[in-house]
């Protein structure tokens, strides 16, 4: 028997660092940056105007007011996008848009409010400082400077920057392509009517939303019957092109283990690890390919993937920050744990405004067949090894989904 520590950092180690690629923006969402990003330019790239209203020369508006206004001639309209902009003449004015760039001359920006809005004269009525309104190249980045550094995750913000100075593709940790593969001769997929002894194929389901939530591309072979041949000839084809496989059954201590039996001495190694629900585990090698082995029970899948998967797969893609939060709860009723064993119990934890602790209670019992209450869960209790009996009203640690 290992621990759950153990089997953690053995799967994180099979799957690895991944490589790093380069893609376009749009598919980098949620990847980590593997190169830091120099700016290609300054941003705003050039000084521009803050406001609608009109590039002036401080000082010729430096005694205008409601009662007195300034007045000037219009010599030029500035909207955004235009490229040729004509140097301000004393005593004159440029009407300007937001974003438009500042002519050589003019030194302020007055809104547009405080005028009457003319086009070949315009009657300003405030004074103005110089600078006032006015965005200055390089004030948010400054060309050549890194403006996102290796190990950002990338969230719209960060895509946004990198498409501001100039670029369209990102070199980030590329995503694994995961091979999902759900084992057992009862399984069967809708619209087919079950028969008495058959059940509805769910693991690969769930399996394949929560690999590709981490941005994998998944496959999968929904029901692959318990015979070691035609798991071998099903699987064994698909290996090439695929970073990582995960399967789901087959692996605990009947007489009809399709998983265990056919990679048993290929190179996967099968183990029990201390917790409940997800006992028995494997992980190794398959011609090369990375295979992460689970138990079949709907919940040990989920239990496992939160366990192992996840955290192998986010490290492997360059995260190195805190993904699921830990916190400290009070419990609502005494719970009891196998002793020896990390036990991951489904729960629904609350917090107010300006409490310490949450407050946590189970949603169904331990058995790992019931999916139904991790439906209503937004947490897992982790009740440690030693503990044998959680009493109601004391503290325990919760992983919050
Ligand atoms: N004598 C022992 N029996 C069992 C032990 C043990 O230590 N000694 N461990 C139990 C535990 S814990 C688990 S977990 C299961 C794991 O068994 P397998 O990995 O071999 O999984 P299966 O037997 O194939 O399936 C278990 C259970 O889950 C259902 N299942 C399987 N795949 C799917 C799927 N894709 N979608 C929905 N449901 C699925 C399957 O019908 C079984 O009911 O072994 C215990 N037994
Ligand atoms: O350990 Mo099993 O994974 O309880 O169902
Ligand atoms: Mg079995």
């Not at 694994?176 to 997929?189: A, K, M, N």
């Not at 099903?234 to 970073?243: A, F, N, Q, W």
């Given at each position: 028997?290992?621990?759950?520590?153990?089997h953690?950092?053995?799967v994180?180690e099979l799957?690895g660092?991944?490589?790093?690629v380069?893609l376009?923006?749009?598919d980098?969402?949620g990847l980590?940056l593997a190169?830091?990003?120099?700016a290609?330019?300054?941003?705003?790239?050039?000084d521009?105007?803050?406001m609608d209203?009109?590039?002036v020369?401080s000082?010729?508006?430096?005694?205008?007011?409601?009662?007195?206004?300034?007045?000037?001639?219009v010599s030029?309209?500035?909207?955004?996008?235009?490229?040729?902009?004509p140097t301000?003449?004393?005593?004159t004015?440029?009407?300007?848009?937001?974003?438009?760039p500042?002519?050589?001359?003019?030194?302020?920006?007055?809104?547009v409010?405080?005028?009457?809005?003319?086009?070949?004269?315009?009657?300003i009525f405030?004074?103005?400082a110089p600078?006032?309104h006015?965005r200055r190249?390089g004030?948010?980045v400054a060309?050549?400077?890194?403006a996102?550094?290796?190990?950002?995750v990338?969230?719209p913000?960060q895509?946004?920057?990198a498409s501001?100075?100039?670029?369209?593709?990102l070199?980030?940790?590329?995503?694994p392509?995961?091979?999902v593969?759900?084992?057992?001769?009862?399984?069967?997929l809708?619209?087919?009517?079950?028969r008495?002894?058959q059940?509805?194929?769910?693991n690969s389901?769930?399996?394949?939303?929560?690999l590709?939530?981490?941005?994998?591309?998944v496959?999968?072979?929904?029901s692959?019957?318990d015979?070691?041949d035609t798991f071998?000839?099903?699987?064994?084809?698909?290996?090439?092109?695929v970073?990582?496989?995960?399967?789901?059954g087959?692996v605990?201590?009947?007489?009809?283990?399709?998983?265990?039996?056919?990679?048993?001495?290929a190179?996967i190694?099968f183990?029990?690890?201390?917790?409940?629900?997800?006992g028995?585990q494997?992980?190794g090698r398959?011609?090369g390919?990375?295979?992460?082995?689970?138990?079949?029970?709907?919940v040990?899948?989920?239990?496992?993937?939160?366990?192992?998967?996840?955290p192998?797969?986010?490290?492997s893609?360059?995260?190195?920050g805190?993904d699921?939060?830990?916190?400290?709860a009070?419990?609502?009723?005494?719970?009891?744990s196998?002793?020896g064993k990390?036990q991951?119990?489904?729960?629904?934890y609350?917090?107010?405004?300006?409490?310490?602790?949450?407050v946590?209670?189970?949603r169904g019992?331990?058995?790992s067949?019931?999916l139904?209450?991790?439906?209503?869960?937004n947490?897992?209790?982790v009740?440690?090894?030693d503990v044998?009996e959680a009493?109601?009203?004391s503290?325990?640690?919760?992983?919050?989904?």
């Amino acid at each position: 028997m290992i621990s759950v520590d153990e089997h953690r950092s053995a799967v994180t180690e099979l799957v690895g660092t991944r490589p790093a690629v380069e893609l376009p923006l749009a598919d980098c969402a949620g990847l980590v940056l593997a190169k830091d990003v120099h700016a290609g330019v300054s941003l705003p790239p050039f000084d521009n105007s803050a406001m609608d209203g009109y590039a002036v020369r401080s000082v010729d508006v430096a005694h205008a007011s409601e009662d007195e206004p300034a007045e000037l001639p219009v010599s030029e309209d500035i909207p955004a996008g235009r490229t040729d902009i004509p140097t301000l003449l004393p005593g004159t004015a440029h009407r300007i848009m937001t974003g438009a760039p500042m002519p050589e001359g003019a030194d302020t920006v007055v809104i547009v409010e405080r005028t009457d809005g003319g086009t070949d004269t315009v009657r300003i009525f405030t004074d103005a400082a110089p600078g006032a309104h006015v965005r200055r190249t390089g004030e948010d980045v400054a060309v050549g400077t890194v403006a996102l550094k290796a190990g950002t995750v990338l969230g719209p913000a960060q895509l946004g920057l990198a498409s501001a100075v100039g670029l369209d593709r990102l070199t980030v940790h590329a995503p694994p392509r995961v091979l999902v593969v759900s084992t057992g001769t009862e399984l069967v997929l809708p619209p087919r009517k079950l028969r008495h002894g058959q059940i509805y194929e769910s693991n690969s389901v769930m399996l394949v939303a929560a690999l590709r939530a981490l941005g994998c591309e998944v496959e999968s072979v929904r029901s692959v019957a318990d015979d070691v041949d035609t798991f071998r000839a099903t699987i064994e084809p698909r290996l090439e092109g695929v970073d990582l496989v995960v399967t789901s059954g087959g692996v605990s201590a009947g007489a009809y283990e399709v998983v265990k039996d056919a990679l048993t001495g290929a190179g996967i190694t099968f183990t029990k690890v201390a917790m409940q629900p997800g006992g028995p585990q494997g992980c190794g090698r398959w011609n090369g390919v990375p295979v992460v082995t689970l138990p079949g029970n709907p919940v040990s899948v989920l239990v496992s993937f939160e366990a192992f998967l996840r955290p192998a797969i986010l490290s492997s893609l360059g995260h190195t920050g805190v993904d699921r939060r830990h916190v400290r709860a009070r419990l609502l009723e005494t719970l009891e744990s196998p002793k020896g064993k990390r036990q991951f119990r489904r729960g629904y934890y609350t917090h107010s405004e300006g409490q310490v602790t949450g407050v946590v209670g189970p949603r169904g019992g331990p058995g790992s067949h019931l999916l139904a209450a991790f439906t209503q869960a937004n947490c897992l209790i982790v009740l440690g090894e030693d503990v044998t009996e959680a009493p109601e009203g004391s503290e325990v640690d919760v992983l919050l989904l």
